[in-house]
């Protein structure tokens, strides 16, 4: 089990900006695809935005695009997620992910994700 812990998440008005970060302690992230995936409440879980091992590809779900950055630093062994321009329907619970051998990475399939954090609640309000 690869513990990957997240932090950063928050309550802000629409427009804001948050920025939540993923700290894979003791592991070094720069041969793994990760992600950032959500869940809101009744809601299925979505894949929000994703980031090949080199960081030389990125995914990014519809409704993010041009609002969000994923990002990775491999020296800190860290993934970000800069989030500008939040709506309320950005409120959910979001997680990182690790996919060890990058199969699938784009597709965003949680089973194709082999390590979760924890969670980190983002909030919106109007």
């Known amino acids: 089990q690869v513990p990957l812990v997240e932090s950063g998440g928050g309550s802000v008005q629409a427009g804001g900006s948050l920025r939540l970060s993923c700290a894979a302690s003791g592991y070094t992230i720069s041969n793994w695809c990760m992600g950032w995936f959500r869940q809101a409440p009744g809601k299925e879980r979505e894949g929000v935005a994703a980031?090949?091992?080199?960081?030389?590809?990125?995914y990014y779900t519809d409704s993010v695009k041009g609002r969000f950055t994923i990002s990775r630093d491999n020296a800190k062994n860290t993934l970000y997620l800069q989030m500008n321009s939040l709506k309320p329907e950005d409120t959910a619970m979001y997680y990182c992910?690790?996919?060890?051998?990058?199969?699938?990475?784009?597709?965003?399939?949680?089973?194709?994700?082999?390590?979760w954090g924890q969670g980190t609640q983002v909030t919106i309000s109007a």
């Open positions: 992910a690790v996919n060890t051998r990058c199969v699938g990475w784009a597709r965003m399939r949680g089973d194709e994700y082999n390590y």
């Open positions: 980031i090949y091992a080199g960081s030389i590809s990125i």
